[in-house]
């Protein structure tokens, strides 16, 4: 049999709550690392979660950056998410996990102490 193959996926939202600071746009400061390990977390116990949970791995946030036009007072959050899928598995039901994830945000509005944009959430598109 072959193995499975690590997939990844893109998720993509704006958190509302979150004043957008240079600090952010840079991968060593400490106030990156440190939303970056909330936002893994987070994410990675929110997708566990979800219909992938079996074959999740984890998420990793790569970027922050400035939300819609050049709104500072939100912060978008741009993370890769891998996953096993097996050789005769379906593709990644990206519309389904939406719905997923919608539902375990309270539709698009919380992701733990943040405030989610309800428009801006994207499942690998």
Known sequence: TTAAALERFTVN??????????DLENPNS?????????MNTLLDGLLKKSSIGPDFHRCETTAFR?????D?????????????KEPWAAPLNRVGLYHQVSNKTRGITELGPYSLHKDRLYING
């Open 13 to 22: 939202f704006t958190i509302t709550n979150l004043p957008y600071t240079s």
């Open 30 to 38: 400490a106030k990156f690392n440190a939303t970056q390990r909330v």
């Open 66 to 70: 400035y939300g819609p036009g050049s």
């Open 72 to 84: 500072r007072d939100q912060t978008q959050v741009d993370a890769v998410c891998t996953y096993s």
